[in-house]
């Protein structure tokens, strides 16, 4: 098997080599160097071509489908286009998201989802529900929403071994126990769609809770306020601490750029860039759904008949150059957030950076961040 080699401007996710050379063998990255240490290991090799920007592989940690194909489905090759799709798109790490519905679709759909993760389509499963604030539904239907119910997050354990997230409003009666539960299984908690005031938000999360990470920070939330900080300051003050991640739908639609850079400016290392894509991500303007719920896109914006904004119709790529041209994040922190902190969120291993032993997962740009080429476990896809 001869190995692959890759020469330009590589961001491993944590640092930059200006100009470097990245080889592969078989499905695994085997060595990254800079240009002079190649050649000086290889002195009678010819000089591989400079293919531009070189990124890891982008991990999508929060994702309800894209090109017309949705993760809440009973119909595994649904799935496995939905994965497909952001895969080729850059995103070569896709956690599948499903919305609250009722218990025996979302026990379901977990089920089916497992049949894709089981093939290495998906990086694990994501339940946004169905324990979440009626207040802060957003575009989770309220009539399946409830309080937590061991016996439901014991269905989904049972169905599915690759459930890897689970979000949850700590203020709802029996939250604890919920988060108790899933912990033991090593599952991570997230906190989300929540109306929960700042000092019960920040006590739900580590290391006095069991919550790590905060569901798309800011949305499904109240606002931040100076006499009402609620959860966005307590996500917030968590991440500055190391003690929790947050998600950021960095696409122009669901925060605003001046937003974006606070919290990046608070917690750079904390922040996980998400899409929170759904089943119009890459396709035109029209009726799609999510979940029990129907779907208007108008200029790219999904909303439900309520008005909520429905998830989002990027990729994970252009939240990447959205957070580096309107909201002045350094190319390297929002690399980062699209790769090894999401990966490190969730405990995804060998994903999210270029490094000997990783798998070969590599985006290729153009110097404006248009995708160029996407490597996938050793494999072209684009």
């Not at 592989?57 to 497909?84: C, K, M, Q, S, Y």
């Amino acid at each position: 098997m001869s190995d692959l080699r890759l020469r330009g401007r590589i961001l491993t996710g944590v640092e930059l080599i200006e100009d470097g050379v990245l080889t592969v063998r078989g499905d695994r990255v085997i060595a990254v160097e800079s240009l002079t240490d190649w050649i000086a290991g290889h002195p009678d090799s010819e000089l591989p071509a400079h293919l531009g920007p070189i990124l890891p592989g982008l991990v999508d940690i929060h994702n309800h489908g894209g090109f017309g194909h949705r993760f809440d489905t009973t119909d595994p090759d649904e799935a496995r286009a939905a994965a497909a799709f952001h895969h080729a798109q850059g995103s070569t790490s896709v956690i599948a998201s499903i919305v609250t519905a009722a218990p025996a679709d979302m026990v379901a759909q977990a089920r089916a989802l497992q049949v894709v993760a089981d093939e290495g389509m998906l990086a694990g499963i994501h339940a946004e529900g169905p324990f979440l604030s009626a207040n802060r539904c957003g575009a989770q239907d309220p009539r399946y929403l409830i309080d937590p119910d061991l016996g439901l997050v014991e269905r989904l354990l049972a169905v599915s071994g690759s459930l890897r997230m689970m979000t949850l409003a700590p203020e709802r009666p029996g939250f604890e126990a919920a988060a108790k539960l899933l912990a033991e299984h090593g599952i991570v908690v997230a906190l989300g769609h929540s109306d929960a005031p700042y000092a019960e938000f920040r006590a739900a999360l580590a290391p006095a809770g069991f919550a790590t990470v905060v569901t798309h920070l800011a949305n499904g939330m109240p606002p931040l306020h100076h006499r009402g900080p609620g959860p966005v300051a307590a996500g917030l003050v968590a991440a500055a601490e190391e003690r929790a991640y947050v998600e950021l739908i960095g696409d122009g639609v669901h925060v605003e750029p001046g937003f974006g850079a606070l919290v990046f400016a608070t917690a750079r290392h904390r922040v996980a860039l998400v899409t929170d894509a759904m089943q119009a991500a890459g396709l035109p303007d029209g009726e799609y759904r999510l979940g029990p719920q129907r779907v208007r896109v108008v200029d790219g914006v999904a909303r439900v008949a309520s008005g909520s904004i429905a998830g989002g119709t990027a990729t994970l790529l252009r939240c990447v150059r959205w957070m580096v041209r309107e909201c002045g994040v350094p190319l390297i922190d929002a690399v980062r957030a699209a790769t090894v902190t999401p990966a490190a969120a969730l405990g995804l291993t060998d994903v999210g950076e270029l490094r000997p032993g990783a798998f070969a997962d590599v985006v290729v740009v153009d110097p404006e961040l248009g995708l160029r080429r996407v490597l996938r476990q050793g494999q072209w896809l684009t």
